[in-house]
């Protein structure tokens, strides 16, 4: 039997096979100058279209502090690997983990992966599970108390057609005010009972619908600002439950403003995006900023669950509803905040 010959059959063109892979691949010289980046590092760093011969501290300040490690690392000829390195990108910083090998006498191969996206799925998935188990108490306890509120209203309208003295119809009327307000409230944490009722449509449609709603009303210290992106395509979702989500994330960014700064909307297209544990090819991303103070340290870890608020008077169900609305569209509400800029991210899946 003739011996069977094995080769390793790659691509002539290495940066052909470099560029699909998912791990972002940078190549320095030993002045840490890029001679080479791949699709997935370009898009990881928002890396300009021209960087060949460039330092990489010259495109990406950020990286000074690991710089002088690298270059401390060349001479060396050994590999290592630099954990839960912050890396700021101007408005923005990631946190990755970077494996650097040596390549011939004096180049480095830069392998890096991003932590912030494992990250946010593992407090994602936390609070999700937390959220279900606080909603599942919640809805028991509004079906108890809905039960009665219905006997106690139809017991003081009985009462009310039985008195003839004004001064004591006023007590019943008070009861009967008590009793619809509880019933509003009980309404607001069971949320809509009706499954969804998707149609296909374009994401614009119903958010300018809120904003319009916002611009009727607008104080003047108040400022709008849309950055959409056209080429969104169509998706297919229920228009009501999307309207009142948004409804509900422009609201609670108005209030943090204090009706006084810039809640600006912008709309993204997002790829290989996982949601509610399940990963997508694309989805829609809309989110609502606002440069307010921020959402304060005591709220963050409590921030989507029912009947928290860090406003005076306020109910706390809000952003509650809002993640719920949107989850039981196979979506998510992310968010991070600092002092002068907070985000709510509305995460949609796109059918395939």
């Known amino acids: ?20 892979l998912a791990t972002a691949i940078v190549r320095l010289d030993p002045e840490l100058r890029i001679l080479y980046a791949n699709a997935a590092a370009i898009d990881l760093l928002e890396l300009p279209h021209l960087i060949d011969g460039r330092q990489l501290v010259e495109i990406l300040s950020g990286f000074k ?3 002088s490690l690298l270059l401390e690392q060349i001479p060396k000829r050994e ?20 494996v650097a090998t040596p390549l011939g006498l004096e180049e480095l191969i830069l392998e890096l992966y991003p932590l912030d996206r494992h990250l946010l799925i593992s407090r994602e998935d936390a609070l999700t599970e937390r959220y ?8 028991r306890l509004a079906h108890e108390i809905r039960n009665p509120l219905g006997g106690m209203r139809g017991a003081a309208q009985l009462l009310e057609s039985e008195l003839h003295d004004p001064g ?22 069971l949320g809509p009972l009706n499954p969804p009722k998707p149609i296909s449509l374009n994401i614009h449609e ?11 009303e607008r104080p003047q210290g108040l400022r709008l600002k849309r950055d959409f992106d056209p080429s969104l395509p169509d998706l297919v979702l229920d228009r009501d439950l999307l309207i009142q989500a948004l409804i509900n994330l422009v609201r609670n960014a108005r209030e943090a403003l204090a009706d006084r700064g810039v809640l600006s909307v912008c709309t993204r297209i997002e790829r290989q995006y996982t949601i509610q544990g399940r990963r997508h090819a694309l989805a829609i991303r809309v989110d609502v900023k606002d440069d307010g103070p921020g959402v304060p340290a005591p709220l ?12 005076s008077g306020g109910c706390g169900l809000g952003l509650a509803i809002a993640q719920d609305l949107i989850q039981r569209q196979g979506g998510l509400i992310e968010w991070h905040s600092r002092p002068g800029e907070t985000v709510f991210s509305l995460l949609l899946p796109l059918a395939s």
Not at 81 to 89: G, K
């Open 168 to 189: 004591l119809r006023e007590y019943t009327r008070i009861i009967l005010t008590e009793v619809d307000r509880l019933n509003s409230l009980v309404e607001m944490l």
């Open 206 to 216: 119903p958010i300018e619908h809120v904003l319009k709603l916002v611009e009727v």
């Open 79 to 98: 590999m290592r690997t630099y954990r839960e390195v912050e890396i700021s990108l101007g408005k923005r910083s990631i946190t990755l983990d970077c």
């Open 300 to 311: 963050r870890e409590r921030l989507f669950l029912p009947l928290v608020s860090g406003r």
């Open 132 to 139: 279900q188990s606080n909603r599942m108490l919640l809805l």
């Open 1 to 20: 039997m003739a011996a069977v010959s094995y080769r390793n059959r790659f691509p002539t063109d290495l940066a052909v096979l470099l560029d699909v």
């Open 65 to 67: 502090p690991l710089a």
